[in-house]
């Protein structure tokens, strides 16, 4: 398995540009969420996806959209970059439906994201 | 609402001493609680899990954590640190039972450095 796999690692943005940042897991986990890490703030969750054709927002959804049309993939949509949005963005997926209750999360190796 | 404090944002330690990495968690209701590891350029991955069994729970590399409710505390400790041990740390809260979350809440984190 590889696991949870996202692309691309690094990416440099203009302020204003859009971009999709990927993510697929093939462990037919349900769950699937992300998170921005910026430093000093830990992990905050941004969006996530209790199956296919579900999502909800988390604590910082402002300026991202997401979709989830197949258990495998959940990408990271930013409509309008700024740079505020500067940031390493994980992916995470677990198994079952729910990252609550004792549920391990298996995290992607995440994206470097510029924003100028 | 569930929330995590990790205590001291940044720790060092000599190579062979304990560590001792502080944890105190607030929730309405019995909770799951976790340790993630996260090495540099690196996703998070999970160290232990506390999930309601034995209060003393034994992850990897050496590492465990006792769960005391009546602290409200999930310390996470290693007897002997290794230059290897050298990561970010990061405490994680999950509700079980009625009224739970589909979401699990991380700490700050806490960077360990091993001093040789």
């Known amino acids: 398995n590889a696991g949870v796999t996202q692309t691309p690692k690094f990416q440099v943005l203009k302020t204003g540009q859009s971009m999709t940042l990927q993510c697929a897991q093939d462990?037919?986990?349900?769950?699937m969420s992300w998170y921005r890490q910026d430093p000093g703030m830990g992990l905050r969750l941004i969006h996530y996806?209790?199956?296919?054709?579900?999502?909800d927002q988390g604590e910082v959804p402002n300026g991202y959209n997401v979709s989830r049309s197949t258990t495998e993939d959940f990408p990271l949509r930013l409509l309008s970059a700024a740079p505020s949005q500067t940031s390493v963005y994980f992916c995470?997926?677990?198994?079952?439906?729910?990252?609550?209750?004792?549920?391990?999360?298996?995290f992607g190796p995440g994206t470097r994201l510029l924003v100028l | 609402a569930q929330s995590v404090t990790q205590l001291g944002s940044h720790v060092s330690v000599s190579e062979g001493a304990l560590v001792l990495l502080r944890c105190n968690y607030s929730?309405?209701?019995?909770?799951?609680l976790f340790w993630y590891v996260q090495y540099p350029n690196q996703g998070l991955q999970l160290l232990l899990k506390?999930?309601?069994?034995?209060?003393l729970v034994k992850g990897i590399n050496g590492f465990e954590a006792e769960f005391k409710k009546s602290e409200t505390s999930f310390h996470l400790t290693k007897p002997s640190a290794h230059m290897s041990d050298a990561a970010e740390y990061f405490c994680?809260?999950?509700?079980?039972?009625?009224?739970?979350?589909?979401?699990?809440?991380f700490g700050k984190g806490t960077r360990l450095h091993i001093l040789p």
């Open positions: 929730s309405s209701v019995p909770p799951y």
């Open positions: 506390y999930t309601s069994a034995a209060t």
């Open positions: 462990m037919n986990h349900e769950y």
């Open positions: 995470a997926s677990s198994y079952p439906g729910t990252a609550g209750g004792e549920e391990t999360q298996y």
């Open positions: 996806s209790v199956g296919a054709g579900i999502t």
């Open positions: 994680a809260v999950s509700d079980k039972g009625e009224g739970r979350d589909d979401k699990i809440i």
